[in-house]
Nanobody
Framework: QVQLAESGGGLVQAGGSLKLSCASSKATTNFAIMAWHRQAAGNQRELVASIRGVDSTDYEESVKGRFTISRDNAKNTVYLQMNNLKPEDTAVYYC?????????????WGQGIQVTVSS
């Protein structure tokens, strides 16, 4: 059973920064893709950022230029640096890891962490 533990969330004013961390109980080299998703109240969960390997990244349009995803396989951790935060970034943020085993993909999820941006 893979456990993903998020940390670093909280309350911040608009224009501020937060850095989320996601520590994995399994070596992150096992995961083809790691990602951050978010779900705001009343909305569907959406993909915010993903990283394939160590440097192939992709971002949701509204966070491009403000958020940076990275992974440190030595620490089995993936990060999300969030700068210039906006009230619309308020959501529960979830860490996700996609593991490929014998040709099948398995999704692992953290429990989520709250990020609140005040105006």
């Amino acid at each position: 059973q893979v456990q993903l533990a998020e940390s670093g969330g909280g309350l911040v004013q608009a224009g501020g920064s937060l850095k989320l961390s996601c520590a994995s109980s399994k070596a992150t080299t096992n995961f083809a893709i790691m990602a951050w998703h978010r779900q705001a109240a009343g909305n569907q969960r959406e993909l915010v950022a993903s990283i394939r390997g160590v440097d192939s990244t992709d971002y949701e349009e509204s966070v491009k230029g403000r958020f940076t995803i990275s992974r440190d396989n030595a620490k089995n951790t993936v990060y999300l640096q969030m700068n210039n935060l906006k009230p619309e970034d308020t959501a529960v943020y979830y860490c996700n890891a996609e593991e490929k085993v014998l040709g099948n993909y398995y999704s692992h999820w953290g429990q989520g962490i709250q990020v609140t941006v005040s105006s």
